[in-house]
């Protein structure tokens, strides 16, 4: 075990953790932050995008040793009352079915459109590539995005 002193969504936690615990479950057992999802574990599918320091990661191949003084953001710490532009265009797009992926989703686009205000659909498919939908919703995200992006 090791102590770290994490910045998550503006707040910093102190925490007595195994240097290796990869962030997802920092989040989610020790700071009960459960927006983030559990999907593959290996990297692959998008369900536990964060942001370190405004860039899009999964949370659950990243150890918490590796995170030092960043700034972590989480869904929960994107918008206070989920007003964010992403995630009201969501809304609008009707974009969730189940919801499981939509966090990833949403902290995947999120970042793209702070790094390119006017994403083309190429930059959009390369941007969200790797963050699987299972309920196929690849269209409506994709208006999503550019609806946020031309708010």
């Known amino acids: ?68 003084n960043n700034q972590l953001t989480t869904i929960e710490g994107l918008s206070e009352k989920g007003d964010h532009p992403v995630q009201q265009a969501w809304l609008e797009h009707d974009v969730p079915q189940c919801g499981y992926c939509q966090s990833g989703q949403i902290m995947s686009a999120s970042a793209l459109l702070e790094a390119n205000t006017n994403p083309s659909d190429e930059e959009i498919e390369s941007a969200m590539n790797g963050n699987i939908c299972r309920c196929g919703t690849y269209t409506r995200i994709k208006a999503a995005i550019k609806t946020a992006a031309n708010s």
Not at 25 to 42: N, P, Q
Request: glycine share 10%; hydrophobic share 40%.
């Open 1 to 68: 075990m090791a102590q770290f002193e994490l910045n998550v969504n503006g707040k910093t936690h102190e925490l007595n953790v195994d240097p290796s615990t990869p962030i997802l479950w920092v989040l989610r057992d020790h700071l009960k932050l459960v927006g983030t999802k559990y999907g593959c574990g290996i990297a692959q599918c998008g369900a536990c995008t964060v942001h370190l320091n405004g860039v899009a990661v999964r949370s659950c191949q990243l150890p918490v040793s590796s995170v030092g």
